[in-house]
Antibody
Framework: DVQLVQSGAEVKKPGESLRISCTGS????????IAWVRQMPGKGLEWMGI????????RYSPSFQGQVTISADKSISTAYLQWSSLTASDTAMYYC?????????????WGPGTLVTVSS | DIQMTQSPSSLSASVGDRVTITCRAS??????LNWYQQKPGKAPKLLIS???SLHSGVPSRFSGSGSGTDFTLTISSPQPEDFATYYC?????????FGGGTKVEIK
């Protein structure tokens, strides 16, 4: 079965750095894009960016370009989302999802989410 | 970026009522439109891809239609487990933007 397992909840202070992870199993991780989606408290879904673990090609939403870095290590079937300097506005749930490419492009499997809280 | 506008933002319905949610794109996206369901405290789940293709395991009371800029998600006879928030998403071009969501509540 396809599974995406995300790292645990984080509580950080403003200015700190953070990397969260998403580990895939049950499929060939290198061959599918992984997307990251933000959901701020009580708000809707925001597509942040996407990475192809096979060659680490990453694409970003303009809203998140320069604010986060998406990376992947195909040898351990894991994608990452990282911040160099967190702010309170980064407080949110972050989901990773497998991106199914092709004529019917969609996010077909999702991780359970990683809650990031940034507070002084 | 392509803007996705859902309406209504919320609605109340009784079990068995027909529910219709609309999604409009700011430019033509052909049939590159997906629908997701999200329940409180849970990750979203894919319901429909390519405007009208039901994802594996999704009940047939869900259906999608539309092309170009205007799309519809219909729940023919909502069951208690269908009361949730629904999001459309365009997969035509990066960034793959979502609509603002429609919360479907029990009347």
């Amino acid at each position: 079965d396809v599974q995406l397992v995300q790292s645990g909840a984080e509580v950080k202070k403003p200015g700190e750095s953070l990397r969260i992870s998403c580990t895939g199993s049950g499929y060939r991780f290198s061959n599918y894009w992984i997307a990251w989606v933000r959901q701020m408290p009580g708000k809707g879904l925001e597509w942040m960016g996407i990475i192809y673990p096979g060659d680490s090609d990453a694409r970003y939403s303009p809203s998140f370009q320069g604010q986060v870095t998406i990376s992947a290590d195909k040898s351990i079937s894991t994608a990452y989302l990282q911040w160099s300097s967190l702010t309170a506005s980064d407080t949110a749930m972050y989901y990773c999802a497998r991106h199914q490419s092709g004529t019917s492009s969609n996010l077909d499997y999702w991780g359970p989410g990683t809650l990031v809280t940034v507070s002084s | 970026d392509i803007q996705m506008t859902q309406s209504p933002s919320s609605l109340s319905a009784s079990v068995g009522d027909r529910v219709t949610i609309t999604c409009r794109a700011s430019q033509s996206i052909s049939g590159h439109l997906n629908w997701y369901q999200q329940k409180p405290g849970k990750a979203p789940k894919l319901l429909i891809s390519a405007a009208s293709s039901l994802h594996s395991g999704v009940p047939s009371r869900f259906s999608g239609s539309g092309s170009g800029t205007d799309f519809t998600l219909t729940i023919s006879s909502p069951q208690p487990e269908d009361f949730a928030t629904y999001y459309c998403q365009q997969s035509y071009s990066i960034p793959l933007t979502f609509g603002g969501g429609t919360k479907v509540e029990i009347k």
